[in-house]
């Protein structure tokens, strides 16, 4: 088969569209025919050398797919050959094929394209996770989401708004933030022209949000913590600005806050499954009718993976820049 490679460390030219050996399901996988993946953040820091996979994982980028199962290996029940389904990935989505646990496939939900539905595994799993399973946020509590126009962005948005939340987002222009309305956002935040921290207290008579998703880490460590809610959770999953920082534990113990930080690539192939199971429950049912949609800015065939690459670095793109496979 061929699979976008990285040659050594480096920027988007190190990318190439190369023949490697086919992959070969065992006992409890399948393998599936890829159709088209999807640009992730990690994706990026794989190809510069700062995100190494896990042990045992496929070593080339990709982090979700879309595709038909060509293949399934021993002990695999509920899945047949033929079966159209994306899937959340440890690598390897950048190929025309891939093997993947059954614990983390995912039928693709009716009336999408493989592209819409390659947009949909890495997204979902994370806000589902991150934002309900673990922080629980309910209805009628403020999530504040910091890039709102990203993929994980234009999903939580969502998924928070179906549940009855109220959202505020940060995001870097007026045309992104008039995306984010489009979505559902309630209270939109221009971080190149605003102070979150105030313009949240503002919107909520000071109340501050209840659960923050963050993507920014160390840059934003003390001021999320000043944006929460009494008893808000903080949950970093990101580290664009930065992995070290400090916070005033007096002003967390005062809100009675909380800080977690986590992340899905590397989590117990266990945990995935739970992480999915709980998406193919709650998440697929709202995209099946329409109430949440997956976000895709622009399809690239994946021999350019190295133009996606540098679509998603200058981050001008809503949603999810996706790569045509099949």
Not at 86 to 107: D, I, K, M, N, S
Not at 111 to 126: H, Y
Not at 207 to 224: E, K
Not at 276 to 290: F, I, K, M, T
Request: hydrophobic fraction near 45%.
């Amino acid at each position: 088969m061929r699979a976008i490679t990285i040659s050594r460390p480096g920027g988007p030219e190190v990318l190439t569209w190369a023949e490697v050996p086919d992959p070969e399901p065992g006992a409890g996988e399948v393998l599936v025919e890829v159709a088209a993946s999807a640009v992730n953040r990690a994706d990026l820091l794989q190809r510069q050398g700062f995100y190494e996979p896990p042990p045992g994982s496929s070593p080339y980028p990709g982090l979700e797919c879309a595709g038909r199962i060509a293949a399934v290996g021993p002990n695999v029940a509920g899945w047949a050959v033929g079966d159209e389904v994306c899937a959340l990935l440890t690598g390897g989505g950048y190929a025309q094929r891939v093997v993947v646990p059954t614990g983390q496939l995912l039928p693709r939900p009716a009336g999408l394209s493989a592209e819409q539905a390659a947009a949909l595994p890495e997204v979902a799993c994370t806000v589902w996770s991150n934002v309900f399973m673990l922080a629980q946020l309910r209805p009628g509590e403020t999530l504040l989401v910091h890039g709102g126009a990203s993929g994980i962005g234009t999903m939580a948005i969502q998924l928070a708004k179906a549940v009855g939340a109220r959202v505020a987002v940060t995001a870097g222009s007026r045309e992104k933030l008039a995306r984010c309305a489009g979505l559902g956002a309630d209270v939109l935040i221009d971080y190149r022209e605003q102070d979150f921290v105030e313009a949240l207290r503002e919107a909520t008579d000071g109340g501050g949000a209840d659960v923050i998703l963050d993507i920014m880490g160390a840059r934003y460590l003390q001021r999320n913590v000043d944006a929460l809610a009494v008893n808000g959770r903080l949950v970093i999953i990101g580290l664009q600005g930065g992995v070290k920082g400090e916070i005033d534990l007096n002003s967390l113990l005062r809100k009675r806050g909380a800080v977690v930080a986590t992340n899905l690539r590397g989590r117990p192939l266990e945990e995935k499954a739970a992480i999915v199971a709980a998406v193919r429950e709650h998440v697929w049912p709202l995209v099946e009718s329409g109430v949440v949609r997956p976000v895709v800015h622009e399809v690239v065939p994946v021999e350019d993976a190295a133009e996606a690459h540098r679509l998603v670095e200058r981050s001008g793109h809503v949603g999810k820049v996706v790569l045509r496979v099949g």
